[in-house]
């Protein structure tokens, strides 16, 4: 039996992580909490840890096989636009002394999620290699993309003394159960679920022209991949792309969760609120060949399971 530590087990992806390695008797799950406390589930072991401290981690690496560092500072468009340093500091602090760690106790799997924002818009469907160094990278993601390129590189570093297997996964925007509901800091898909099922004056705004088309993503297909990641990745660094393979408009998914939701609600645009003006979606092709993954939700099986949960976890 392996043990696999869930960093950012209190998130969105690493509560989605624990429920369902927690099932699977091949595994044994430790789960990380630091600033929001720990939830009741079976089969896992909790450990407080400030991944910010090297002794802390240190001693939550212990006995570990498999690392899925899921824990960041994450927000929506607002924060990008108005406040795009919080996603650097603390994120190469926290993942830096991580792999440090993970090589010197050996570990066997380190699962790193990068993202999609180091790539330039396109109208096509980008590959892994379609990323230039070169480019500029939009103002709004500087930072946040040249963070996650560093952090890449380094992944790729470490596993150059193979000891460690290391997955780079730059997944598209992901939605599905436990991820944030709060307009403050959700991403669109969870913050469009909100505003549709919160609605009470019948009318949804969208933040700009809604014209920038995304790639949306369900969380069992990104856990699916990475179950298929673990036992079938040969070398010991490989980089993949993870989306659904297709872009949609964001006025679009807003019509599309009306429609799934059952409500009765019209849609105007507000050009006053921020907008992230890119339109990009995913070729997944390396995870089909590699690995033999592709997605089995489509975005409105995904939604219908995700507004499902919604109503039955949240306050409408």
């Not at 925007?173 to 009470?200: C, F, Q, R, W």
């Amino acid at each position: 039996m392996k043990t696999i530590l869930v960093c950012g087990a209190t998130g969105f992806i690493g509560k989605n992580l624990v429920h369902h390695y927690s099932k699977n008797k091949d595994y044994k799950v430790k789960a990380v909490y630091n600033q929001r406390p720990p939830y009741q589930v079976e089969n896992v072991s909790w450990i407080k840890c400030d991944l910010r401290n090297p002794s802390d981690i240190r001693k939550a690496l212990k006995g570990v096989d498999i690392i899925m560092h899921f824990a960041a500072t994450t927000t929506g468009a607002k924060d990008i636009v108005s406040k795009p340093y919080i996603h650097v500091t603390d994120n190469v602090i926290m993942t830096s002394y991580l792999l440090r760690e993970a090589f010197e106790q050996g570990i066997e799997h380190f699962i790193f999620p990068s993202c999609t924002i180091m790539y330039q818009k396109s109208e096509e469907a980008l590959k892994e290699t379609d990323f230039n160094p070169s480019d500029d990278l939009l103002p709004f993601y500087y930072g946040a993309g040249h963070t996650k390129i560093y952090l890449e590189n380094m992944c790729k570093f470490y596993s150059g003394f193979n000891k460690t297997k290391h997955t780079v996964i730059r997944h598209s925007n992901m939605y599905g159960p436990h991820d944030k509901y709060d307009l403050e800091k959700s991403h669109v898909t969870g913050a469009t679920i909100t505003k549709v099922m919160t609605n009470e004056n019948g009318v949804i705004s969208v933040w700009g022209t809604g014209e920038e088309k995304r790639d949306l993503l369900y969380i069992e297909d990104l856990i699916e991949f990475i179950d298929l990641a673990l036992s079938k990745q040969k070398n010991n660094y490989e980089l993949y792309n993870v989306g659904i393979g297709e872009g949609i408009k964001i006025k679009d998914l807003v019509k599309k969760v009306i429609k799934v939701s059952g409500r009765e609600l019209t849609m105007e645009h507000d050009l006053s609120k921020p907008t992230v003006p890119t339109s990009l979606f995913l070729d997944c092709s390396k995870a089909k060949k590699d690995l033999g993954w592709s997605p089995r939700h489509s975005l409105e099986e995904g939604l219908q399971k995700t507004i499902k949960w919604f109503r039955e976890n949240k306050e409408c």
